[in-house]
């Protein structure tokens, strides 16, 4: 099942260094879905200059708590970075 995820950071001046104190870590764990099929599509959600301020992603999980399960080790989560955070089912179009 395919879940479309919205999260924003914080808006605190430290907000931008939490983020890319853990992105790397962030982006491993992103390689390791990927490997495996349940990363489908993401990315950064900018401001109006650029600045990263949060994140969509496509996940492709056979249900919402193994999802949940997983977002428990997401290092963006532990570590304070998003703030906001909305999950909801998602079909992703397919291309002919």
Known sequence: MQFLLLAYDGTDPDALQRRLKVREEHLRKIDILKKTGKFLVGGAILDENGKMIGSMIV???????????????????????WEKMDIQPFRLAKHE
Not at 61 to 81: C, H, I, N, Q, S
């Open 59 to 81: 996940y492709d999980f056979p249900d919402r708590y193994a999802l949940e399960e997983w977002l428990k080790e997401e290092p963006y989560l532990t570590t304070g970075v």
